[in-house]
């Protein structure tokens, strides 16, 4: 799956005037298709596209696209375009907050607290405020209105939302901002969206803490394995491969009970090329997402070895979220080989669907600087080594007849295992069986 702003909106962008005509920016987006299916992904995820104030995440309109983004018919198109070439389309559901825009805080706004729309949100009437009371928003961004999840009309509302665009075609859901939402009101919702839609995937947006139990409670199909990504970015740069490998047992551990979305960047982080010290570990780094269990997704750029770094201040997202370019074609050699790699290792999982829910195996080779581990699926295995040190490192994997599938290795094979010698910060990933 392959993950793309939605039309441009950055941290500091200002809403559409009132009665502005549609820009039909998601159109834009189809001439993008030809070049995410030949990358060899089979999922688009937009960013927001609900009509809002500013970037995005402040909605006024749920049932409404943003008239920056195009019209229902634009976004009706992209589902269909993608649909055509195989491919699967999740959206963002902002469902935790809404804008100050939105129809129902305004009424709040205008009547008081004491108007009847306020039951959506949790008004204390005598907490001081800007407004004259007080509300909770979300993490201290008073112009995000945290809805009352305890209310049923809340859920009826996202209900609605969920199924309304399902019906026209969307396959899946990122719920944004999912571990601040109780799991018992996605345990109350989904399935009543699943009624109608039982093949919608959903992924809920969670930072930390225990990701199978949030599973397990809220009922969702995976959420976002952030304690993973962290792992392997950290690890290549302190040159500490023991914490990859802790973070490969815990992240076997949960494949036993749900499929994580695996990620090395997206629209919250700063990017991969920018947070690596050592530009040779970026191909390690796409080995990982590529090789290991879960559900892999793509940052749009990422795949060219676009830089920026995301910064705690206001539009600090905006050097991690530009806008598209004009054109699919690589920016310049480096980005041609990273996009080849990109296809390579994507080829690789697409030739080896089995990895999707592999077991990770005790590491067979572990220091600072050498990993080398096994996932395996009946009597299929599929092998990483990693070497981030300054010296070539040679490695015995209890594997026969195996082969390099990409990377760079040499193979000495000794009945029922291989001699596997690897360059300097480099990686190798050798497979047999299907």
Known sequence: MAGVPAGGHGGGAGGAAPGA?????????????????????????????????????????????????????????????????GVRVLLDGVFNHVGRDFPRFRKVLEQGPGAPAASWFDIDASRPGPDGFGYRDFEGHSALVALDHGNPEVADHVVRVMTYWCDRGVDAWRLDAA??????????????????????????EVLHGDYARYVADSGVDSVTQYELWKAVWSSLNDRNLFELAHALRRHGEMVRAFLPQTFVGNHDVTRLASRLDDGRHLPLALALLFALPGIPTVYYGDEFGLRGVKEDRAGGDDAVRPRLPESAEPPGPEAVAIADLHRLLIGVRRRHPWVADAAIEEPDVLSNDVLAVRLTSGGNTLAVVLNVGDAPAEVCLPLSEGSVLAGQAELAGHGDSTAVLVPPHAFALLGRGG
């Open 21 to 85: 005509a549609a820009r039909p920016r998601l159109t834009q987006l189809q001439a993008w298709l030809p070049h995410l299916v030949g990358l060899g992904c089979n999922g688009l995820a937009l960013g927001p596209v609900f009509e809002s104030s500013t970037h995005g995440y402040d909605t006024v309109d749920h049932l409404c696209v943003d008239r920056r983004l195009g019209t229902e018919q634009d976004l009706q198109d992209l589902i269909d375009a993608c649909h055509a070439r």
């Open 179 to 204: 571990y601040a939402v109780p799991p018992a009101f996605w345990r109350d919702v989904l399935p009543r969206v699943q009624d109608r839609h039982p093949d919608v995937w959903i992924v809920g």
